[in-house]
């Protein structure tokens, strides 16, 4: 269980504004700290400069797509181990990307369109081992 005298750092990489901030709005009156980055480039930037505790990430995103992100982030000392939760508008029909989705070791995957942010922030706790 993480020490909650830290503020838990949230890194959400999501180009679409008001789902970004959003999911910022509910993290934070959850009690974490929240960083947004609004294309893969900026959020791999975010993420090697501030290791977040636990990254939400868009794989349709501006600049560096999602799995770009994921596997830069895979082949970092740090990143290797950071609980990624992938979020996408993708279906879970495309099996080519969920196969290399899977094979870079997210947490979880979730189509936006099929969880709630209350779904998405009890999966954030649940990686974090958050108990409520």
Excluded: C, Q
């Amino acid at each position: 269980m993480k020490n909650l005298n830290k503020k838990i750092l949230i890194l959400v990489v999501e180009d679409e504004d008001i789902l970004a901030k959003t999911m910022k709005e509910k993290l934070v009156s959850e009690g974490f700290e929240v960083e947004i980055a609004y294309d893969g480039l900026e959020g791999f930037s975010l993420a090697v400069e501030k290791h977040p505790d636990l990254i939400l990430l868009d794989i349709l995103l501006p600049k560096m797509d999602g799995m770009s992100v994921l596997r830069r982030l895979r082949g970092d000392e740090w990143g290797k181990t950071v609980p990624v939760i992938i979020l996408t508008n993708l279906s879970s029909a495309d099996e080519k990307r969920n196969r290399d989705i899977t094979e870079l070791e997210p947490s979880y995957f979730f189509v936006k369109t099929d969880k709630s942010l209350e779904e998405i922030v009890e999966k954030v706790k649940d990686r974090l081992g958050i108990i409520n």
